[in-house]
């Protein structure tokens, strides 16, 4: 372009510096009336009035609303025994020398190396993928909450009620040891002559997402009052009769028991309580009777018991009932008993002499005690429920317990510890009531009671992983809770907080109990004292010559010692030498007769 035809477009806009942001002046005048509309007479005339109406009209869709009741899908489960198969004709499986050969022969074929070769580099690629990156590692272990707000909670999952038309009591609970999948129950009817015509013997094994058919039913001899799982082979069980016979039971080789010991080596009452101990084998237990009988045995050979122990504390050949069990795998020599006198027995099955496993006794209850249990997480301190009070006991004191629950509004049944929160423990009640008790959050109050059934709770048992609650109930019904995270899930300092407890308590009660013994030897000492003072003179003939025989021999002493000191001043009052040695030997010889008459 020419540079003639080139412009600049340029404005330049120009204010006062004093002028930018100047604020409005707002000011108070009176009103002034812009514009007035007045009224137009005409425009009246043309207005028409439309009467009222009223229209409804429905602005949803219509539905229509229809039930269905559909048939329930029953479910069964069955089992499968492989065996060892897949190898040729010529090679049989049960000769070692068979099958090493044959192994040789595969192992030279260059198929088998080029295979191996194969998957080798597959599976050390894999290896090294899981060497890089772990898939399962936590990398927030410590980042729980420990500020639980929601209130404890229950709520009901299933009820598992017993199919027979003649009701029993679900007289035991037992978890399945390998995930908590399934309940095995024991049913019985525990009224003395109170059990009508037609009344089954079985018990069931339910499996937890099924309540309306049992998964397995066992058909003992006579009903099972006790049933337990084998903690090391799941397919095991080990029931406790009615008749007092033990029955093992194993779900692999059908519902009737496996082996049953003698009834004339057998308890004479039923079984309340059997446990399995901890042994190399996993093939023993020990049960316990209203006998007062506390049996050993192997299930390897049941035609007796390997131990027995009659339970006598006072060894004045009276036998106690037992009602309750305690075994602590960590303690493999040690158990404890409930009786149905209210005492706790800690025994000793290694002891030196047979008369010597009774170790020590707690009494506290003034009913038969329904359960002993260990806490998980201190072993020391133990929990008993009879009559209408729990009580936490330690070993080391025998006097008292230094925990217990205030008396509750009906008997106490069954109750059990928390197997996560070691503060918190179960108790079931005869009215029907399941009482949760938290001891770092209050004593004197549950922290949540539950209305289970109408029916008295019998047994109470807590799932392992502490989620679910099974209570079995005297209508044959079984309930499973399932809990909210407060009573289910620990705090990060709940155990050390519990540790402190628990030794305060202790020590607490360890000086109340010195206290009471020194108030006690002293009472005892000022009876014995009055009863001193109280006794009558005796005034025999014979007392009386004693007294006189004993004046006339004290006052022969006295008239000796006065006739020795007069000899003895009458030998200084004579005349000694005056030289020093005469005198030493003067008072030296003074001093021997003052000594002899002393």
Not at 85 to 103: A, C, S
Not at 133 to 146: A, R
Not at 349 to 360: E, F, G, L, M, Q
Not at 529 to 542: G, I, V
Request: negative net charge.
């Amino acid at each position: 372009q020419p540079s003639d035809l080139k412009m600049d477009i340029v404005y330049v806009y120009q204010r006062k510096r004093r002028e930018f942001g100047r604020h409005p002046h707002l000011q108070d005048r009176p009103a002034e009336v812009i514009v007035d509309v007045a009224p137009d007479d005409s425009l009246r005339e043309q207005f028409i009035e439309r009467d009222v109406a009223e229209t409804a009209i429905q602005n949803t869709k219509d539905f229509s609303e229809h039930e269905v009741n559909t048939e329930r899908f029953e479910t069964s489960s069955t089992g499968i025994n492989h065996t060892e198969g897949g190898w040729p004709k010529d090679v049989d499986p049960n000769e070692v020398e068979h099958v090493m050969r044959y192994r040789k022969k595969v192992e030279k074929d260059e198929s088998y190396v080029s295979a191996i070769l194969h998957l080798g580099s597959v599976v050390e690629h894999s290896i090294k993928q899981n060497n890089a990156v772990d898939l399962y590692e936590d990398y927030f272990p410590t980042s729980t909450n420990d500020l639980v707000l929601e209130p404890p909670s229950a709520r009901t999952v299933n009820v598992y009620r017993d199919p027979n038309n003649v009701k029993r009591s679900a007289t035991s609970v037992s978890w399945y040891p390998d995930g908590a999948r399934k309940l095995a129950v024991a049913y019985a009817v525990l009224h003395f002559q109170g059990s009508a015509e037609g009344v089954s013997l079985n018990s069931y094994i339910w499996d937890l997402e099924n309540p309306a058919v049992p998964e397995t039913t066992l058909t003992p001899s006579s009903p099972l009052v006790s049933l337990e799982y084998n903690p090391k082979d799941v397919h095991v069980l080990a029931g406790g009769q009615y008749n007092g016979q033990i029955s093992i039971f194993d779900i692999r080789r059908g519902t009737r028991p496996v082996d049953t010991a003698p009834i004339e080596k057998s308890h004479r009452d039923p079984v309340y309580k059997t446990r399995f101990l901890q042994s190399k084998t996993g093939t023993e237990f020990f049960s316990c009777s209203t006998d007062g009988q506390v049996l050993w045995w192997d299930i390897r050979n049941m035609a007796e018991p390997v131990e027995s122990m009659a339970v006598d504390p006072d060894k004045n050949g009276k036998l106690q009932g037992c009602t309750a069990l305690e075994y602590e795998p960590t303690m493999p020599t040690k158990f404890m008993v409930g009786t149905e006198q209210g005492l706790v027995i800690a025994g000793n099955r290694k002891a030196k002499n047979p008369s010597d496993r009774i170790v020590a006794t707690y009494s506290g209850h003034v009913g038969p005690v329904y359960a002993l249990e260990r806490n998980p997480f201190f072993t020391k301190f133990f929990l008993s429920v009879g009559d209408w009070s729990a009580r936490v006991w330690c070993e080391d004191i025998r006097e008292s317990s230094v925990i217990w629950t205030p008396p509750a509004k009906s008997y106490l049944t069954d109750g059990c510890w928390s197997p996560t929160r070691p503060a918190v423990f179960f108790t079931g009640r005869s009215d029907g009531v399941l009482d949760v008790w938290d001891i770092l959050f209050h004593r004197t109050e549950p922290t949540l009671s539950v209305q289970v059934c109408d029916a008295p709770i019998v047994a109470v048992r807590a799932q392992e992983q502490g989620r679910y609650v099974a209570c079995s109930a005297e209508d044959g019904s079984v309930t499973l809770l399932e809990l909210g995270e407060t009573l289910s899930r620990p705090a990060a300092s709940e155990k050390s907080t519990m540790s402190s407890t628990f030794d305060r308590e202790t020590a607490r009660e360890k000086i109340l109990v010195s206290r009471m013994r020194e108030v006690a030897l002293n009472a005892k000492q000022e009876r014995a004292r009055s009863a001193k003072q109280s006794e009558p003179e005796d005034n025999t003939p014979e007392t009386e010559a004693m007294k006189e025989a004993e004046e006339a021999f004290f006052a022969g002493l006295d008239d000796t010692r006065a006739a020795r000191k007069q000899a003895v001043d009458e030998e200084a009052e004579a005349p000694k030498e005056a030289t020093g040695e005469g005198d030493a030997e003067g008072a030296a010889d003074d001093a021997a007769p003052e000594g002899a008459a002393e």
